[in-house]
Each structure stands twice: as structure tokens, then as C-alpha cells.
């Protein structure tokens, strides 16, 4: 047990020591985190339109004050037409052009029916889509309003309700995945390096030849990365509440166990790595620059699952995170319990045993 | 002088064989892939139904939805409670519930509410889940309100707006438009980031630096010559990319390619003369490493490829401004799919000869020939 103490104690100073170790440890985790929160979000908003109002009449007036109004947009008035509007589209800054032909109103006084015009820079599918729902939701509130409510007699009122996120906080989505990619590539490639380190400097043989069983030196290298990555976890879970207002609706508990449980997946996948690789930098580059894009892309929290080939979908299935993202969304996002999450804790279980197992073999076989 | 250290590293980077392909198979390789995982694209969004009226109109209402191409059923719940759990099972994104008593009331008192509870976790899925809903609703109502109507004379008539829409530049939304130049922009970056700034630090781990610090070269001339086979490199990696757009996804530049290389080859400039910078401070290619990775990972994520750039708040559009990989991803999405010239371009163009020129002189200033 003594030994085991002062074994950790070792491996903790060899994190400390190195300030750049520390920037990924540490650094990172609460860099995306901010990015995560404040600058990404998955609103659209400050969107950049021109209207271009050939009608100038008290309608177009009406719908224009309409536009501007909105928080969404920025917009500017310039009459253009033509050549002028591909012009304006191609300078990248203007996403959409609102158009109302001449007679607008006159036309929408006389027949009660009026055309409206949008052109919008499809480049970025999703913001062209969101930015032309919020035109339309502006107009037809319009139309609603002016006319007669005699003339409306059957109407039908959506009423809508946003559920476990009632403020539309855009880095809701983000909190999760952040966590578990972070997480993720902070445990396999701190774990993975620091294995691979005493390989490469040959002090493993040292420490394998000691009393100390082979076991012992396995966990006595992962138990301080279980802390830190605890530590870590909860520097993240702090930031969220505090500084981002996400919510924990769930149990904490169950919350921190499953977190637990993922942190042993992911030393034990970078024991793996360590078993596989035989210099710092290999297994650098397998765990960081292999794992990243990865780790991003199937998680399933930027681009989500269902779209991708299928594929993909199965290879999703084998990357941990995927699972445990699954997990701190049900758990902390809509505070369900683990009637809900036994599935993926099982197959995250699984996971974490076969890696050990498999790394384990791997490490005796190396001893022989 | 610059001609002796050209020579040495040319030499260098073509022994490295394993370093070579994987320069030139990882992004290759990579681009082909990535960008089929990469869909944003919102559809097939799953919809539980609670229809608690069974009237006609409710009918009409949900075939309506389901006609629309945009929802797929999961279930037809009996109440709100079950729709809900097929929310919190994740097998639903969205509720629509209408309520007992919608066709009586609505041809009563002329009005009714129904309401969409929507899984709000995901922001965009949520926001344009409920926005084409309410819009279908919309064309709904405005169909049966027509057949009521349309024995009233036009004055008695409501006011009606027809909205029409085109996308440009990309009419049917296909997000590969978007994401495969911005792709290749990205991995372009982590190349020329990664090889640079191990490179410096390679030679002093070697202990290859001393040898060179004796001579008589000049510390440009030292970066220089680090500089240009990257250079030449990152220019063959970013053809490589262009074919690969074009053959595999093809996608064909609208705008001009003269303007593009000139783009690309002053972004490069930049992008080595930050990868020798952290070579410069580093000790070994471990700590490269580590930093390069750091930086990378922060570069990615503002560099708008996933996110855009307008929705940040300001603070964040000036840290997204001051990495020079954003004003990439948007010139390359501008000429390439936009068709936009130099004009409409330069003042990016400004910033990233801006870039080139400060970290390229900040790597020969940090760069010391003694110890």
C-alpha cells in the first residue's frame, strides 16, 4: 500500500512538472468549454439582411419596422435589382435579400394579396432555412394582424414549448459532448504517454522487475490519471453550471459514477495504446491526432448520427463517447434516472473490460 | 547560402518516406471520407402525434404533416404522458398534441390552440422542427379558412402575403457545398501545422541545430529554407484536395482558381510561420506536439467551419478574426461557391499577408542562433 502511495505520488509529479502537459490537462478542457458556451451556439442571430423596398408604401413600412425590430437580424435598406443583388450576395457578408416589388401595397389594399420576395445565400443550408422561417414567422404574424378578425374565422394557434430548455440556451447540446471529448482524449492520451514514457526511457523494465506486482504498476499509472480526469470532470461540470446556467437536473450521483465508469474506458483504451505503441510520439499521434476527428465526428454531437451513411452509424457504435454522451444528456439534460441509461452503462462496461483484458494480455506477453 | 539549406531539406523530406505519404494519403483519404459524416442537414424529424379529438380536421391535419416530407411518425400516443416518454427515450423529437374539442372549437369560437412540445437540447433540429411545422400548420389553416371564405366578396377576404424563396448559390441545400471546401481548408491546416512545428524541434532534439548554428547562415535564411518545401508541399497537398472536391464530389469552383492559389499560397505562408513559431519554443516534439494541438483545436473550432461565424458574440468574432485559418474557410466558400473575384476578397487577403508577415518574422526573431 505504501508503495502504491508513493508510486502515485511519482506519477503526479510528472504531470505537474511539465506546464504543457498541464495546458492540455487543464487548459484545454476549459477553453472548449468557454468556446462551447459563449461563442458556438447553435442560434442563428445577427443575421445580415438588405431589404430592398421598391414599393415604399405604408405596408412595406409596417413590415420593414417588422424586420428591424427583431433581434435576429442587422439590416440595411437599399433599393437594388437585378445584377445588383448577385453583386451583394457574393461579397459573403449579406445573407439574404428581402425584395417587395413595386405595388405592394397597393396590390395587398386592392386584391388583399401581395407578393414578398426572399433570396437567400443558400451556402450554409441551415442558416438559409432558420433565416427564412423567422421572415416568414414575421409575416405572417403581419397578415394576422391587419386583417379583419371576422375574416379569420377558423384559426389554428401552435402554441410552442420548449422542453429542457426553455431559454433556448444554444451551448445546451455542446455541454455533453464537450465533456465527453474532452474527457476522452484527455485520459487515453495522458494514459498512453505516460506508460509508453517509461517504455521508451527503459525504467519499465526497471519497475517490472521490483516486487511490485505488474498489476500494481498498471494501476498505480492509472489511479492518478483517474483523479486528475475526475478533477477534470468536475472543473468542467462547475464551469457549466456557473458560467453557463446548464442545469444538472438529475441525481449528481449517478451522474458522477457513470462518469467514473467512462473515465475507466477511456485508461483503459490508453493502456491499450500504450501496449501497441512503442515511442511518446506514436502513441501521441494514434491517441490525439487519431482519435480526434474521430472522436468528434461520432460522438454525435456536432453532426448528428442518423444523417450518416450507414456504415458509420455501426462504426459510431464501437467509439465509447457515443455512449457516454447518450448518458449525460438523459442523466444531467432531462434528469432521468438509470431506468433509462442501463443500456449504454452496460455497454460501456463491457467495453471497459474487454480493453482491459486485452491490454493486460498484451503486457504479459511483452514481460515473456 | 539558402541554396545549400533547400538542398538539406529536401533531402530530409524526401528520406522520410512514412512522413511523405501520409502528407499526401491522410488528407487524400480523409477528405473522401470525412464530409459524408459531416451532414447537418435537418430531416427526418420524429414526430409522436397525441390526437385526442379523432375529428376530421385533426385528421386532415396530421396526414397534412406526414405529406410534407419533413416528419416521420413514431408513434400515435394516446396522451401527452406516453408522447412524452417517447421523448425521453429519445425515439421522438417532437410532440404535437391536438387537443378534445379541436373541430368543435375552432368552427364555434373561431379559434383553438394545439400545442408542439419540442426536445430543445439540440437547438438547430428543435428551431427548425417547430419552423416547418408552424408553417405547415400555417398552409393548413389558410386552406380551410379559403373554403370558408370563398363565397365572401374580396374585401371581406384576409390579407394575405405570398412568400417566395430561392436559395442561391445552393438551391437544393446540400451541405456538402458548405462543408467539403471548408474540409479541405482544415486539413491543409493540420498538415502544415503539425509537420512545421515539429521540425525546428526535431533538429535540436537531434542535436542537429548546434552544427547549423556554426555556420555562417542567416537566421531568414534558416526559416526560409524551412519554409519553402513545406511550402511547395502544402501547395501539392492542396491541389491533391481540389481534385478530390472535384472527382469525388464534384464540385466545381465557380469563381477563379489564379485567385485561389494566390489565396492559399500567402495563407500557407502563415500557417508555417506559425508552426515554426511553436517549433521555436518548444524543447521537444513532445511539447510541439502538445501546443500545436492546443492551437489546432482552438483554430478549428472558431474557424466557423462548424458554427458561423455572425452568431458569435463580438469578443469571440475578434478571437475568430485573429486566426488566420477563418478567413480561409471563408474566401474558399466564397470563390467556390459564390463565384466571388478579388475584389470582393481583398481584404481578407490583407489580413492573411498581415498574418504571414507578423508570425514569420516573430519565428526568425524567436528563432536564436546561440544559447
Known amino acids: 500500500m505504501k508503495q502504491l502511495l508513493i508510486f502515485i505520488r511519482m506519477e503526479f509529479y510528472h504531470v505537474f512538472r511539465d506546464r504543457r502537459t498541464l495546458l492540455i490537462m487543464f487548459g484545454l478542457p476549459v477553453a472548449q468549454i468557454l468556446l462551447f458556451g459563449f461563442a458556438l451556439s447553435s442560434e442563428v442571430k445577427n443575421l445580415r439582411i438588405v431589404i430592398s423596398d421598391q414599393a415604399k408604401d405604408a405596408n412595406s413600412r409596417q413590415i420593414i419596422d417588422k424586420i428591424k425590430a427583431s433581434s435576429y437580424f442587422i439590416t440595411e435598406e437599399k433599393t437594388i435589382g437585378g445584377n445588383e443583388i448577385e453583386k451583394t450576395l457574393k461579397k459573403g457578408d449579406i445573407q439574404c435579400v428581402v425584395i417587395f416589388p413595386s405595388g405592394f401595397g397597393s396590390d395587398l389594399q386592392r386584391f388583399h394579396k401581395a407578393q414578398l420576395q426572399f433570396i437567400a445565400d443558400g451556402t450554409d443550408p441551415n442558416t438559409a432555412k432558420t433565416l427564412v422561417n423567422y421572415l416568414n414567422a414575421i409575416v405572417a404574424g403581419y397578415q394576422k394582424e391587419i386583417s379583419p378578425p371576422a375574416a379569420l374565422p377558423y384559426t389554428i394557434i401552435p402554441e410552442t414549448r420548449m422542453l429542457y430548455n426553455e431559454e433556448s440556451n444554444g451551448s445546451l447540446n455542446y455541454i455533453p459532448g464537450v465533456l465527453a471529448l474532452v474527457l476522452m482524449i484527455v485520459c487515453t492520451a495522458l494514459t498512453s504517454v505516460a506508460v509508453v514514457r517509461e517504455k521508451e526511457l527503459g525504467t519499465m523494465e526497471i519497475l517490472l522487475v521490483s516486487p511490485f506486482k505488474p498489476v500494481m504498476v498498471l494501476i498505480a499509472k492509472a489511479i492518478p490519471y483517474l483523479i486528475l480526469s475526475l478533477a477534470n470532470f468536475l472543473l468542467i461540470l462547475l464551469l457549466s453550471v456557473y458560467v453557463l446556467d446548464v442545469p444538472i437536473r438529475g441525481s449528481i450521483i449517478l451522474l458522477f459514477l457513470e462518469s467514473m465508469l467512462f473515465i475507466l474506458a477511456c485508461l483503459s483504451f490508453g493502456l491499450f495504446i500504450s501496449t501497441v505503441t512503442e515511442s511518446q510520439q506514436a502513441a501521441l499521434l494514434l491517441s490525439m491526432m487519431g482519435m480526434m476527428i474521430p472522436t468528434m465526428v461520432f460522438t454525435g454531437f456536432i453532426f448528428p448520427l442518423e444523417n450518416m451513411p450507414w456504415i458509420f452509424q455501426l462504426i459510431s457504435n464501437i467509439v465509447p463517447s457515443r455512449w457516454y454522451y447518450l448518458i449525460v444528456k438523459s442523466v444531467m439534460l432531462k434528469g432521468l434516472g438509470f431506468v433509462y441509461v442501463w443500456k449504454e452503462t452496460l455497454i460501456l462496461i463491457g467495453m471497459t473490460v474487454i480493453l482491459l483484458i486485452v491490454s493486460l494480455k498484451n503486457f504479459k506477453k511483452r514481460l515473456a | ?371
Do not use: C
Not at chain 2, 426536445?119 to 433540429?125: E, L, S, Y
Not at chain 2, 373554403?147 to 402575403?161: F, G, L, M, S
Open chain 2, 1 to 371: 547560402m539558402l541554396r545549400y539549406i533547400l538542398q538539406k531539406e529536401f533531402r530530409q523530406l524526401f528520406r522520410d518516406k512514412t512522413i511523405l505519404a501520409m502528407m499526401f494519403v491522410m488528407p487524400t483519404v480523409q477528405l473522401t471520407i470525412i464530409p459524408l459524416a459531416m451532414n447537418f442537414e435537418v430531416k427526418n424529424i420524429n414526430v409522436a402525434v397525441v390526437d385526442l379529438d379523432h375529428s376530421s380536421f385533426s385528421q386532415k391535419l396530421i396526414s397534412k404533416v406526414s405529406a410534407s416530407g419533413y416528419f416521420r411518425y413514431v408513434n400515435v400516443s394516446p396522451s401527452y404522458k406516453e408522447g412524452l416518454k417517447s421523448i425521453e427515450r429519445g425515439t421522438a423529437d417532437l410532440i404535437m398534441e391536438i387537443p378534445a374539442g379541436f373541430e368543435r372549437n375552432l368552427v364555434r369560437e373561431g379559434s383553438q390552440k394545439i400545442s408542439i412540445s419540442v426536445d430543445a437540447i439540440n437547438g438547430t433540429k428543435a428551431s427548425l422542427g417547430t419552423g416547418y411545422l408552424t408553417t405547415i400548420v400555417g398552409d393548413f389553416n389558410q386552406h380551410i379558412q379559403l373554403n370558408i371564405n370563398a363565397d365572401r366578396t374580396h374585401t371581406e377576404q384576409p390579407y394575405q402575403i405570398d412568400t417566395t424563396y430561392s436559395y442561391w448559390f445552393n438551391p437544393l441545400g446540400e451541405y456538402k457545398y458548405y462543408i467539403v471546401p471548408g474540409v479541405l481548408v482544415l486539413l491543409l491546416t493540420l498538415i502544415g501545422g503539425f509537420i512545421s512545428a515539429l521540425n525546428i524541434v526535431k533538429e535540436k532534439e537531434a542535436g542537429t541545430i548546434e552544427q547549423i548554428n556554426v555556420t555562417p547562415i542567416k537566421k531568414w535564411q534558416f526559416i526560409l529554407g524551412k519554409m519553402i518545401p513545406f511550402w511547395i508541399m502544402g501547395m501539392i497537398v492542396f491541389t491533391l484536395g481540389l481534385l478530390v472536391t472535384r472527382l469525388v464530389y464534384g464540385i466545381v469552383p465557380e469563381g477563379s482558381l489564379g485567385v485561389l492559389y494566390l489565396f492559399a499560397s500567402v495563407y500557407l505562408i502563415a500557417l508555417l510561420g506559425f508552426g515554426l513559431l511553436i517549433s521555436t519554443y518548444s524543447e521537444n516534439q513532445l511539447q510541439a506536439m502538445f501546443v500545436a494541438f492546443f492551437f489546432m483545436m482552438i483554430f478549428m473550432l472558431m474557424s466557423g467551419l462548424f458554427t458561423s461565424i455572425e452568431s458569435m458574440p463580438a469578443w469571440a468574432r475578434t478571437i475568430a478574426n485573429l486566426t488566420p485559418i477563418t478567413h480561409f474557410i471563408k474566401v474558399i466558400r466564397m470563390i467556390m461557391l459564390n463565384g466571388s473575384g478579388l475584389g470582393d476578397i481583398k481584404m481578407e487577403l490583407l489580413y492573411e499577408v498581415l498574418f504571414a508577415i507578423v508570425l514569420n518574422s516573430w519565428a526568425i526573431w524567436n528563432y536564436k542562433k546561440t544559447t
